[in-house]
T-cell receptor, first 114, second 115 residues
């Protein structure tokens, strides 16, 4: 069974609208991450969290907010979606103490902003 | 700042041969971890293998092995006896520093294995 579950798997949003991407993990991991994948750019870190009710900015946080209401759940929020935010978004979890930050990924969410 | 660079955009090999994918990294930290991940055609990203910076021995898992050259800040992925299902995009990544919370990825190398 999938240990990191993302929803929705795909979404079409309108420019200027609000988008929320959700991630749920059953790995009992402390760390959770949101990455963005664009063709030719690999994976770029948007936000991450190592404890509930706390989030940290990654390398490309502008235009995104994150929320970690519990250990299991981590959301990515686009308050005002823009065309440039069309991409595939991946959530991941990790356990620093056990596996030295080996990441376990969800299946990804394909977001198209029109 | 951490940086991971993969200069090979794509590689094509014949089945059952050996392939090496290159990766160089930059970090100011003395302790770090290096990873290789595989992204399949379906988009799924899975962890393959890890090298801890303080270990001199190259990591090996199944038909994946690493060529860790610390003085050159290089971590190559070697796949022996390649199979058709090894066709995928391979990402190099690094976690460094106190806590090592951030994991930085390279841009990926696409591998095509032909029969």
């Amino acid at each position: 069974e999938a240990a990191v579950t993302q929803s929705p798997r795909s979404k079409v949003a309108v420019t200027g609208g609000k988008v929320t991407l959700s991630c749920h993990q059953t790995n009992n991991h402390d760390y959770m991450y949101w990455y963005r994948q664009d063709t030719g750019h690999g994976l770029r870190l948007i936000h991450y969290s190592y404890v509930a009710d706390s989030t940290e900015k990654g390398d490309i946080p502008d235009g995104y907010k994150a929320s970690r209401p519990s250990q299991e759940n981590f959301s990515l929020i686009l308050e005002l979606a823009s065309l440039s935010q069309t991409a595939v978004y991946f959530c991941a979890s990790s356990d620093w103490g056990v596996s030295q930050n080996t990441l376990y990924f969800g299946a990804g969410t394909r977001l198209s902003v029109l | 700042a951490q940086k991971v660079t993969q200069t090979q955009t794509s590689i094509s090999v014949m089945e059952k041969t050996t392939v090496t994918m290159d990766c160089v990294y930059e970090t100011q930290d003395s302790s770090y971890f290096l990873f290789w991940y595989k992204q399949t055609a379906s988009g799924e990203i899975v962890f393959l293998i890890r090298q801890d910076s303080y270990k001199k021995e190259n990591a090996t898992v199944g038909h994946y092995s690493l060529n860790f050259q610390k003085p050159k800040s290089s971590i190559g992925l070697i796949i022996t006896a390649t199979q058709i299902e090894d066709s995928a995009v391979y990402f190099c990544a690094m976690s460094a520093g106190t806590g090592g919370y951030k994991v930085v990825f390279g841009s990926g190398t696409r591998l095509l294995v032909s029969p």
